[in-house]
């Protein structure tokens, strides 16, 4: 947890970015495996209907223009949620100590519609 604080903003900004966009590029895959062909990107706007924030944040979160400290609590354990990952995996990211894109391939998306979370046909 201390290396989590030795980190600088533009380093937790820039590993908070990668984790996004990672996240968006694998989300479809395991639907098209099973074909052979590359699954599209999920779009930034329905990324921001599963996390429950606006377009514009998702686009200043992937642009690495938002310290992930700055971001509210509830909206980090609702992007951990989401992602699959726990606290501490989240920590270990934005602490420079674990790969965004190994970790979310061993990572299945939570997208359940429990205690009011949208799912992605919302």
């Known amino acids: 947890m201390s290396d989590l604080f030795s980190t600088t903003a533009e380093q937790r900004a820039t590993q908070f970015a990668a984790l996004l966009q990672e996240f968006r590029d694998q989300f479809h895959q395991p639907l098209f495996d099973s074909v052979g062909v590359a699954a599209p990107p999920l779009s930034k706007r329905q990324l921001a209907l599963l ?5 514009t944040l998702i686009v200043k ?7 992930p400290f700055d971001i ?4 980090m354990n609702r992007i951990s ?9 989240l920590n270990a990211v934005l602490a420079c100590q674990q790969n965004p894109s190994a970790l979310l391939r061993s990572q299945q998306p939570n ?7 949208r799912s992605i046909s919302d």
């Open 81 to 89: 949620v989401v992602l699959g990952l726990s606290l501490d995996e």
């Open 51 to 55: 996390l429950g924030v606006s377009p």
């Open 111 to 117: 997208l359940s519609k429990k205690r009011g979370r």
């Open 61 to 67: 979160y992937e642009n690495a223009e938002i310290d």
């Open 72 to 75: 509210r609590w509830g909206v």
